[in-house]
C-alpha cells in the first residue's frame, strides 16, 4: 500500500539552528509529494510540494527535493525561528480517485 | 485567495444534539473534502466531492452525513454523536480530484467537543 513514514518527534532546537525532518514514502506509482504545516489551533497550510524526480521545492526559507533513488522528501531549513514551532506533516498524493496520505507529523519546538 | 471558511469556529453539544458544519470556498475549486483529526494525529479523511457528488466515503458513520448544495459550499450535518467524535473537523478543496500536485487548501478547523 501507499505510506508515509517521518521522523519521530518532537523535534527541539534552539533559534538559528540547522533543521531536518526526515520524510520516506512507499507508493504504487508515481507520487507528488508535499509538507504541510500547522501552527497551533489552526488547519493545515501547505508548506511546499514537488511533483516529480529531482524536483525542489521551496517556500519561506524550507526546502525538500524529491528523490526517487531513495523514495525520500526531506524537509530541510538553514535557520528555525521560534515562529517556525509547528506540526510539519509530509503527504503524497498519487493521480486518480486517491486520498492524500499523510505522515504521523512531527512537532517542532523552537526555543529563543 | 486560497481561503477555505469554516463555521462555527468552535461547537459543543449534547449527544441528542443535531447540528451542521458549514465550509466554503470562492477559488472555483471543483473537489471538496471533510477529515477528521484527533489530537497529535494526522488528519482522516471522511469523505470527498467532486462536482457536488459524493466520490469517496471512507466508511463514516451514519451519524455523520455530509451535503454539498452547490460547487462553494459543503456541510457536515451531525446527529447523535458520541464524546469519540470530540475531534478538530477540516474542510479542504482542491481545483480537481486526483490530478498530479493537486493541492488541498485547508479551511481553519471546527473544533467540536461532544458531551
Known amino acids: 500500500g501507499n505510506s508515509v513514514t517521518q521522523m519521530e518527534g518532537p523535534v527541539t532546537l534552539s533559534e538559528e539552528a540547522f533543521l531536518t525532518i526526515n520524510c520516506t514514502y512507499t507508493a504504487t506509482g508515481y507520487p507528488s509529494l508535499f509538507w504541510y504545516v500547522q501552527y497551533p489551533g489552526e488547519g493545515l497550510q501547505l508548506l511546499l510540494k514537488a511533483t516529480k524526480a529531482d524536483d525542489k521545492g521551496s517556500n519561506k526559507g524550507f526546502e525538500a527535493t524529491y528523490r526517487k533513488e531513495t523514495t525520500s522528501f526531506h524537509l530541510e531549513k538553514g535557520s528555525v525561528q521560534v515562529s517556525d514551532s509547528a506540526v510539519y506533516f509530509c503527504?503524497?498524493?498519487?493521480?486518480?480517485?486517491?486520498?492524500?496520505?499523510f505522515g504521523k507529523g512531527t512537532r517542532l519546538s523552537v526555543i529563543a | 485567495d486560497t481561503e477555505v471558511t469554516q463555521t462555527p469556529k468552535h461547537l459543543v453539544m449534547g449527544m441528542t444534539n443535531k447540528k451542521s458544519l458549514k465550509c466554503e470556498q470562492h477559488?472555483?475549486?471543483?473537489?471538496m473534502y471533510w477529515y477528521k483529526q484527533k489530537a497529535k494525529k494526522p488528519p482522516e479523511l471522511m469523505f470527498v466531492?467532486?462536482?457536488?457528488?459524493?466520490?469517496i466515503n471512507e466508511s463514516v458513520p451514519s451519524r455523520f452525513s455530509p451535503e454539498c448544495p452547490n460547487s462553494s459550499l459543503l456541510n457536515l450535518h451531525l446527529h447523535a454523536l458520541q464524546p469519540e467524535d470530540s475531534a478538530l473537523y477540516l474542510c479542504?478543496?482542491?481545483?480537481?480530484?486526483?490530478?498530479?500536485?493537486?493541492?488541498?487548501?485547508f479551511g481553519p478547523g471546527t473544533r467540536l467537543l461532544v458531551l
Open positions: 466531492y467532486s462536482y457536488e457528488k459524493l466520490s
Open positions: 479542504a478543496s482542491s481545483q480537481n480530484v486526483g490530478g498530479v500536485g493537486e493541492t488541498q487548501y
Open positions: 503527504a503524497l498524493l498519487l493521480s486518480g480517485n486517491t486520498p492524500l496520505v
Open positions: 477559488m472555483g475549486h471543483r473537489a
